[in-house]
């Protein structure tokens, strides 16, 4: 009882830690635009910053309006990755702060329209793939499978070949949306992806996570035997961590 309670307190002293740094952090980027009243991509940038690191301190819907100050300074200076990182925070706004998932896909798509005029291509990766990443998991959450399997699919095609954090969470994300539509092989196949991915990474939070639903789909296309190992192996990774 002692040593939960001792971790409970760690976990939470670790938490408490990182807020702080964070808020310390958001504090410093707000002095620094109060300091710069040049509507230039300086001022761009620590607005759409400022935003960020405030979705990490119990944010409300009024952060918002540092992201559409920062669109209309780079819609003025025709800043385009200003635009199209400014679209997608208010995406994010709409989705997690405001609950309104339709705007929050109108404006993802916004931001991928202008992306795609960048011609730094890394960059127009990174930012596709987050959008189309936030798609897909509003797809998933709203219970529109099929869609959220294809738009993980289009994140897929461009980092297959990378062997990332991010990979092993869409092909995760992917088995899970296949499990609701009870199509248990291809599941199964993307969670022995992510799985994979996982292990090489020692991403053990995604493996682990990914052991338990394997074992799910393994109960039930009847491999009890196979889906008791792949729990087992996702307790020892809690258990471990």
Known sequence: MKKIVLLVFLSLLSFLKKKKKTQSRADSILNLIKKHPQKDTTKVNLLNEYFSLKLYENPDSTIIKYVEEALLISQKISYQAGIAFSLQRIGIAYQYLLNDQKKAIDYYHKSIAETARITDEKLKKKIN???NGNIANIYLDMGD????IATYQKIITTIKSEKTV????VYGNIGISYNYLENYNKAIYYFKLSIEVAKQ????????NSLSSL???LAKTGKIKEAVIALEKSLVLVETN
Not at 166 to 169: I, P, S, V
Not at 201 to 208: D, G, H, P, R
């Open 215 to 217: 074992s799910n789909c």
């Open 166 to 169: 991010f990979l092993a969470q």
């Open 145 to 148: 499978y099929k869609n959220s």
């Open 129 to 131: 793939n987050s959008n």
């Open 201 to 208: 990474l020692k991403a053990t939070t995604i493996e682990a």
